[in-house]
């Protein structure tokens, strides 16, 4: 089963996938100092971590990130239903990690948020 992808490419599942609403509005303030909100829009944010990534998965992520500014993530909505967005991504950390037991580099604590179009 797809779990996750990333330009329809599968990557690991992730150990942590959040997923919330992002309203876009435009606060402004009146002469006698009334807040006035008009909201834009609302979009999806997902924000995704995984505990330990393969160099293979990395690439994949990294690649997605770094190639242009929107990419297709495809994840599982509240249904269970697999859906695909168009988003950007943001925030990309991780800290390289060696596995002395399988003698390989590995990325450990990686996260990224992606921010529907």
């Given at each position: 089963?797809?779990?996750?992808?990333?330009?329809?490419?599968?990557i690991?599942?992730?150990?942590?996938?959040?997923?919330?609403?992002?309203?876009?509005?435009?606060?402004?303030?009146?002469?006698?100092?009334?807040?006035?909100?008009?909201?834009?829009?609302t979009k999806?944010?997902v924000?995704?971590?995984w505990?330990?990534?393969?160099?293979?998965?990395m690439?994949?992520?990294?690649?997605?990130?770094?190639?242009?500014?929107?990419?297709?993530?495809?994840f599982h909505?509240?249904?269970?239903?697999?859906?695909?967005?168009?988003?950007?991504?943001?925030?990309?950390?991780?800290?390289?990690?060696?596995n002395?037991?399988?003698?390989?580099?590995?990325?450990k604590?990686v996260?990224?948020?992606?921010?529907?179009?």
């Amino acid at each position: 089963m797809d779990f996750f992808k990333i330009n329809g490419k599968k990557i690991k599942p992730p150990t942590e996938l959040t997923v919330s609403p992002e309203i876009l509005d435009i606060a402004e303030r009146t002469v006698d100092g009334t807040m006035v909100v008009d909201i834009i829009g609302t979009k999806r944010k997902v924000d995704v971590s995984w505990e330990y990534l393969s160099k293979e998965d990395m690439v994949i992520l990294s690649n997605a990130v770094k190639s242009s500014i929107f990419a297709d993530v495809s994840f599982h909505d509240s249904m269970g239903s697999l859906v695909t967005m168009t988003a950007r991504a943001e925030n990309l950390t991780f800290q390289p990690h060696y596995n002395w037991a399988k003698g390989q580099l590995m990325w450990k604590g990686v996260s990224v948020s992606f921010t529907e179009r």
